[in-house]
């Protein structure tokens, strides 16, 4: 880190970098003091240039040009890649680094690298603690405005963005993009290791994660590492006993939200998805994957200990337990202990508990 004292417009100022170069690139945090922000901020500006459909006003009439694209919903600049479009060229700059891998913005602390620099702003915040948006019926924090914005539809009940096929509505604009793909079968991102493909840029990369083994979320309480920050918190359920999702049908209770959507099938029958070569049908498109593996052989998981190979990374992590001896799931009448859900699940029906 390198401290600097400067002077502007007479006033002493001090400010801190911290400056890593890598091959080329450089990257700069910048952190300024407190009384900077509470009594030398610039004066506000008129604002002359008005949107006349939302009333939000901007200093430069190209800044309200962009934004009037939200309403008229025109996005002028698409990937040549996957064809996604966005508003703004520097949307499709960072978004075609999805495509490429490349992350020029590093963190000074930990080394994590970004494709943007807003990521990197508020990757920033997890090192610092900051969270300046706060739920005011929950009072959960945020370090981004626009996650304040999603999670509060969870109170509301607000899905503003529908599927003009399915009529089925989300709280993200990104969620119902992601949805879409289920209809025309379009997955652009793609593992360059297995061939695997996705619907979602963040999907590959949490997969990706399953080649090179790094699990960079912690459980504080174990030790335990996890590829995803959503896999973590899923995980310290089992600490917790949390079982926040419901069946509205039989009561029965659930760590995800996925998982109760599955289950829910039990009672509809409903098995959504079909295999094209043999037509056994799945309730989930994940067991569908697996089960299309049988035809094409294709066993992309590995153990790292002894080598063999399997059709679903799932498969793969409860060999492994047999190397470590890890057993994860407890029978709450007996206390016996097992490496997997079904094996479980099948002793559990000895004391009369159905699955």
């Known amino acids: 880190l390198i401290a600097t004292s400067v002077k502007i417009k007479n006033l002493n100022i001090t400010f801190t970098f911290g400056v890593k170069e890598e091959e080329g690139e450089m990257t700069v945090t910048l952190s300024t003091s407190e009384h900077l922000k509470k009594h030398h901020q610039r004066p506000t500006r008129k604002k002359p240039h008005r949107c006349f459909d939302c009333?939000?006003?901007?200093?430069?009439?190209?800044?309200l040009k962009v934004h009037m694209r939200i309403h008229t919903g025109e996005k002028p600049y698409s990937c040549d890649q996957c064809g996604k479009s966005f508003?703004?060229?520097n949307g499709l700059i960072v978004h075609l680094r999805a495509h490429t891998g490349e992350k020029p913005y590093s963190c000074i602390q930990c080394g994590k690298s970004?494709?943007?620099?807003?990521?990197?702003?508020?990757?920033?915040?997890?090192?610092?603690?900051?969270?300046?948006?706060s739920c005011n019926q929950c009072e959960k924090s945020f370090t981004r405005s626009s996650s304040l914005v999603s999670h509060q539809r969870k109170?509301?009940?607000?899905?503003?963005?529908?599927?003009?096929?399915?009529?089925k509505s989300f709280t993200q604009s990104s969620n119902l993009v992601s949805h879409k793909r289920t209809?025309?079968?379009?997955?652009?991102?793609?593992?360059?290791?297995?061939?695997?493909?996705?619907?979602?840029?963040?999907?590959?990369?949490?997969?990706?994660?399953?080649?090179?083994?790094?699990?960079?979320h912690s459980c504080d309480q174990c030790g335990k590492s996890f590829t995803t920050s959503s896999h973590l918190t899923i995980h310290q359920r089992t600490h917790t006993r949390e079982k926040p999702y419901s069946c509205d049908q039989c009561g029965k209770r659930f760590v995800t939200s996925?998982?109760?959507?599955?289950?829910?099938?039990?009672?509809?029958?409903?098995?959504?998805y079909i295999c094209n070569q043999c037509g056994k049908s799945c309730t989930r498109s994940s067991n569908?994957?697996?089960?299309?593996?049988?035809?094409?052989g294709l066993k992309p998981y590995s153990c790292d200990q002894c080598g063999k190979r399997f059709t679903s990374s799932s498969h793969m992590i409860v060999h492994q337990r047999t190397h470590t001896g890890e057993k994860s799931y407890s029978c709450d009448q007996c206390g016996k202990r097992f490496y997997d859900k079904r094996s479980l699940n099948k002793h559990q029906k000895i004391h009369g508990v159905l699955s």
Do not use: M, W
């Open 288 to 296: 569908l994957v697996s089960h299309q593996r049988t035809h094409t």
């Open 183 to 216: 209809h025309t079968g379009e997955k652009p991102y793609s593992c360059d290791q297995c061939g695997k493909s996705f619907t979602q840029s963040s999907s590959l990369v949490s997969h990706r994660r399953t080649h090179t083994g790094e699990k960079p």
């Open 155 to 167: 109170h509301t009940g607000e899905k503003p963005y529908s599927c003009n096929q399915c009529g």
């Open 55 to 63: 009333g939000k006003s901007y200093l430069r009439s190209n800044s």
């Open 87 to 89: 508003t703004r060229s």
């Open 258 to 272: 996925s998982h109760l959507i599955s289950h829910q099938r039990t009672h509809t029958g409903e098995k959504p």
């Open 114 to 133: 970004f494709t943007s620099s807003s990521c990197l702003i508020v990757h920033l915040r997890a090192h610092s603690g900051e969270k300046h948006y």
